[in-house]
C-alpha cells in the first residue's frame, strides 16, 4: 500500500499548494495526500484508516471548532504509531514547546519551508519502510 499523509487545515488554499509542491511524488505513488478541513473532519479519518498506511499528520493549530494542539493527544491516542507535525503562522516558544509536549514530532511555521518539510515526509517514510 501506499503511505498517506494527512494534511488538516482550515485554509481552501492548502490543498492546492501541497498538491502542486508534491506533484511529483504523488505521480510516482510515492505517498498520497489526503485533506480534512477541520480537527473534527481529520479525526473521523483517522478512525476510518485504522490499520492504514498512515504515516504523518500535518496539521494547522489556529483552526476554528478545535485548534491543532487540541487535535494532537486524540491523534496519538488513536494512532500513537503516526508522526505528528504542527504547521502555525506562530512560531513562538511557547507555541512550540506546547506543541512538542503534547506529543507532536516538530512544528513548522509558515510560510511552510517545503524543503524542511520534504526532509521530514523521508524520515517518516524510511521509518515504515517505504
Known sequence: MTPLILVVDDEPDVEPLFRQRFRQELRSGRFTLDFAPG?????????????????????????????GLELLPRVKAARPDVA??????????????????????????????????RERIDCCLKAVGA
Open 84 to 117: 505528528v507535525v504542527m504547521i502555525t503562522a506562530y512560531g513562538d516558544q511557547d507555541t512550540e514547546q506546547r506543541a512538542l509536549a503534547g506529543g507532536a514530532d516538530a512544528l513548522l511555521t509558515k510560510p511552510i519551508d517545503f524543503a524542511a518539510l
Open 39 to 67: 480537527a473534527a473532519e481529520a479525526l473521523e479519518v483517522i478512525a476510518a484508516m485504522a490499520g492504514s498506511t498512515l504515516v504523518l499528520v500535518l496539521s494547522d493549530i489556529n483552526m476554528p471548532g478545535m485548534t
